[in-house]
């Protein structure tokens, strides 16, 4: 009877440890799905591997910071209050700060076209429609373009 | 008779004297008119000479070059060492309180920063206090005394250089009006106390001079007002002779008649010699605050004012960083005059006498740190501005450089070099040419003239033109790529010997750099382990005007080899122009110009000129992102893969690299979704190295992109394009579950592939994922 009893207490433990090891696992396959590896901030690593082949053609944009959306609303304010200077200028401030984001050239196309420059205001439209992160602001883009 | 010849003689006599000595009166009349019309002539000089000076253009003022302003916000990346680091170079003081602007305080992740008061493009940006948090390379949270911040900050441009007149004098002027009282009260008490009563001498301060001279037997005491200080230093040489000294009192007295003691003043504070940095001379306080406090003027303590007067006696004999007691001594004199005269109450005398010099370690600003820089800022300011206005009228120039970019470049190339210094064939001196650029607006953010970065000669980023070996194959895939009925990364090309011959008899036979050959290969395959053969097939295939049409389209404006020996790099370029043909690359097919320069304003802050981003669409988004991912599959897989050894894997990029005959050149140009980098190694003899891309100049690009926190390359995918998945070694389409299988971009559904079937799938959550991820 002990015997039996001694039996089922490590069958139970083995038990035990395979529900630990597949939760366990479960955590770590969960966390490999969640940390997508292509857009976070990488420097000062070190590695031995190249790019996992089938890592490319799933990146997408960094998070653009709340500051570059202050600056545009400035850039706005200015080309409404026709102080064309100060909105290419704030917008241009907005560029470096997140240069992959399309809302940044449409608004550089709109200040150009308020300046009739049309030629420029094209080519900024186009590079919005380039780096067009999402179907919004592609329709944005291509309606930019069909417009001016 | 005889008498009265005698008598006549006798009477003659007085007559003759007479009229000698009206005679000679006449004379002197004439002598003296000559002499009274030449002191009228000269004085007449002189006051046209001392009016002319001081109503015209008064000092050549410098240029200044600054560096682009550290911005600071929640999400942007940056690096916290490095971050110390620009603080030191802008000579902000680590301390344990924030206690006054200029000081910060670093625990853990935690920055604490007192910004100074600066001017930037945007305006003026007042003193407060910043608090980051910085985790994984980026700001995390910021906050600030603010209450109506954007949350967004700047920290004041380092100031990189001068463009300085013949002279070589760095000066910075400031009005009467902001001239600090405490400055003035020193001023007066030591130099010239009766300066606002004086009409530009004065007698009694001369008198009492000579007596305290002779008395002491030696001169111990000057008698010149600032005014005469001023002329000396103004208008005339350091001679020391009585016409001088005549000279001198007169203009003193000239320029008081003219004009008043205010402007006089001012013009004395801001052209007294106080200092002397490297070659060039530190003139006005406003600019010796900067060299030996790096503050601004107006921002000074009362023993700084004081300081800074004393050193008018001597600046290299009361040098404060050099002869630190010698320095204190003096100014604790101007302290007591100024107590003796009233100026100051004795505590405040004590108490700032007590008080440590608080001169900055070393002078906040080197002439010209960055000469390469410097160098392509005064060539592209050359197209709006004369040679002249640029040394002389104080403009202030806004570029683009990144100090902190810079920095790990040089740090970068210095160490790799050493290593390569010694696998290197050849006695020649082994040399580089670097340039950084910013992917998304053509920003040049760092620059390297040769391995020594202050280094003010030969510019071989900008200047050294030379082969560019296998740089020059993406035009040519590019060239394919935009004909998608025709060519896929996935289509097969041919990598075979062939000779092929001239009208006149010439023949041109490529080889492949292993003098092997591949056969049928996938143009991918081509690209990424840069088969000569293959790319030269393809060129001749393509034709060479549409080689070239695309080389011309991706911003290469050289004349180009007529040859097809084009085909293999036997085209010399400089890396700044490898740059602008990789800029358009890196950008996804925007032909933008490289800018080193964002604005120029004048000395008081109005705007000049302003070089906006410009941009033009040159290749198609989908021919764009095709020829990226080709290059991407060199870093991979190809040529460049060893960069992976150091990088991480999460950073993508994408890059070529370049060897030429003899290994004459390693050349390296590779993108992140942030920089640029396009590197060049050689010597200047054009001398084998024995290094190729791969060996060379890719390490130093390595080595360069792992110190530099950045985003890896994401370009949005063309609606056009899909991903197909290929066997990697026969380069037919297979399953996305087949062991040997890799994605490939592919555009437009013209071309059909030959299938492959699976040699082995592997079943489960790996082909899950990868089916999830496609």
Known sequence: ?????????????????????????????????????????????ESAHSPAKDQRYTTKQPNIPSAVYALIDQAQQAREQDQMGGALSLLERAQRLAPNFSVVYLELGHTYLALNNHQRAKHMYLRALSLAANSSERRNAQLALQEQ | MAKSKQTKKAKAEPSKSKSQATKSRSWLWKVLAVLFVFVFAWLIYLDAQVRYKFEGKRW?????????????????????????????????????????????????NQVQIFRRAHRTIDGSQQALRLSLRIEGDVITSLSTDDAKGQGIYTIEPYKIGGIYPKTREERELIAYENIPPGLVSALLSTEDRDFFTHFGIAPLAIARAMYSNVMAGRVVQGGSTLTQQL????????????????????????????????????????????????????????????????????NLELEQHALLVGLLKGPSFYDPRRHPKRATKRRNLVLSLMHEQNWISRDAMLKAQSKELGVTKKPSFKSNRYPAFIDLVKRQLREDYDTEDLSSDGLRIYTTLDPQLQQNLESAIAREIKTLDKRKRGTGKLETGAVITAVGTGEVLAIMGGRDPRYQGFNRALDADRAVGSLIKPAIYLAALEQPEQFQLATKITDEPFVLEFENGDTWTPSNFDSETHGEVALVEALANSYNLAAARLGLQLGMDRVRESLRRLGVNEAL??????????????????????????????????????????????????????VEQVISPEASYLLQSGMQEVMRAGTGRSAYRTLPTQLLTAGKTGTT??????????????????????????????????????????????????????????????????????????????????????????????????????????????????
């Open chain 1, 1 to 45: 009877m002990s015997e039996a009893n001694g039996g089922n207490k490590i069958l139970v433990k083995i038990m035990a440890t395979v529900k630990a090891a597949f939760v366990f696992l479960a955590c770590l396959f969960i966390w490999a799905c969640s940390s997508a590896p292509t857009h976070t901030l990488v420097a000062k690593q």
């Open chain 2, 231 to 298: 002329v000396k230093n103004f208008y005339l040489t350091r001679e020391r002779s009585i016409v001088r000294k005549i000279n001198e009192a007169f203009m003193a007295l000239m320029l008081e008649w003219h004009y008043s003691k205010e402007d006089i003043l001012e013009t004395y504070v801001n052209d007294i010699y106080l200092g002397q940095s490297g070659n060039t001379a530190v003139h006005g306080f406003a600019m010796a605050s900067r060299f030996y406090f790096a503050r601004n003027l107006e």
């Open chain 2, 60 to 108: 050549a003022l410098p240029a200044q070059v600054l560096a682009r302003p550290l911005e600071l916000f929640e999400g942007q990346a940056l690096n916290i060492d490095n971050l110390e680091q620009e603080l030191a170079l802008l000579n902000y003081a680590k301390k344990a309180q924030l206690s006054a602007p200029g000081t910060y305080k670093r625990s853990a």
């Open chain 2, 561 to 614: 080899n007529p040859y097809p020996s084009l085909l293999l790099g036997a085209q010399a370029m400089t890396p700044f122009d490898v740059a602008k043909f990789y800029q358009t690359i890196a950008s996804n097919g925007f032909n933008m110009p490289l800018r080193a320069i964002r604005e120029v304003t004048d000395h008081q802050g109005n705007l000049l000129s302003r070089y906006h981003f410009n």
């Open chain 2, 661 to 774: 005959n003899d290994f004459r050149d390693s050349w390296f140009a590779g993108f992140s979704g942030d920089y640029l980098g396009v590197f060049w190694l050689g010597n200047d003899q054009n001398e084998s190295i024995g290094l190729t891309g791969s060996s060379g100049a890719l390490r130093l690009w390595t080595r360069f992109m792992s110190s530099v926190p950045q985003y890896p390359l994401a370009t949005p995918k063309p609606s056009d394009i899909d991903v197909l998945w290929f066997d990697q070694d026969s380069w037919n389409q297979t399953h996305a579950e087949c062991d040997n299988a890799q994605p490939l971009p592919i555009w437009g559904d013209a071309q059909k592939f030959e299938w492959q079937a699976c040699q082995k799938r592997t079943g489960g959550i790996k082909s899950w994922l990868r089916s999830w991820l496609q």
